[in-house]
């Protein structure tokens, strides 16, 4: 299996791997399948990764290695909203379908009620890559760090942490996501890092929306300063 392997995304450090393009996963999947279905998966991969950023925005820098078996998800993102705006909205198991495209749903199965944890359920959608089921603890430092891991499901490892840091003031917040997470099933590994690199860019973007215009709805409903 090759080892630190790293694409890019919209000019920056890329995203997303699990396996490495070589090595028993890789052969499994070239075993007899239709050179039909081969060119589409090959084809699919090239749009992904030549695909363009969402919007006119500057993509999040988020960049991916691969080594002995797993990925190594890295990611950073300024937000023009407060921390505690970002935060609300980024530990919100109800938005998670919302701001993750890849993901079916989310469900709280069990919560502190003092609120330092809780233990959730997700399920991505089936798109080349079939869905797959997780179960992760996550552990809460209001409104600093989440700190999350499996605990059952599809994944054999998924770990990681997500860290929200103000500037400007307090103004404004930049938010570092780093995972080390291994494939659910046997993939070449430029598949999979390109359509993981798609996804967590969108995720991305996808808060930082979300938690703009919450920030702006706040402002307009706040009381003007004399």
């Known amino acids: 299996m090759a080892a630190d392997q790293t694409e890019s995304a919209a000019s920056k450090p890329s995203q997303g ?9 890789a052969r499994e999947l070239s075993m007899p399948t239709s ?11 090239l749009a992904l990764a030549t695909a363009p950023a969402l919007a006119a925005e500057p993509a999040p820098t988020v960049t991916v290695t691969s080594e002995g078996g ?14 505690q705006t970002v935060w609300d909205i980024m530990v919100d198991c109800a938005r998670v379908p919302k701001m ?5 749903y989310c469900r709280v199965l069990q919560r502190d009620p003092a ?19 997780v179960v992760m603890r996550s552990d809460y ?11 059952d499901g599809d994944f054999r490892i998924l770990e990681g942490e997500w860290r929200l840091e103000p500037i400007d003031g307090g103004m404004r917040t930049r938010l570092f996501y780093q995972t080390r997470v291994s494939s659910p099933v046997p993939a070449p590994g430029f598949l999979v890092r390109a359509l993981l690199r798609k996804d967590m860019t969108e995720s991305l973007q996808n808060l930082r929306t979300t938690s703009e215009a919450a920030a702006r709805t706040q402002a307009a409903s706040s009381p003007a300063r004399p």
């Open 17 to 25: 791997a699990y396996l490495s393009s070589s090595g028993p996963a």
């Open 35 to 45: 050179r039909r279905t081969a060119a589409a998966v090959v084809g699919t991969a």
């Open 100 to 104: 993750m495209a890849s993901v079916k």
């Open 141 to 151: 430092d209001a409104p600093h760090t989440v700190e999350f891991h499996r605990t």
């Open 115 to 133: 609120g330092r944890w809780d233990i959730r359920e997700q399920v991505t959608q089936a798109t080349i890559l079939p869905g797959a089921r």
């Open 70 to 83: 797993a990925g190594f998800i890295k990611a950073v993102e300024d937000i023009d909203a407060p921390r």
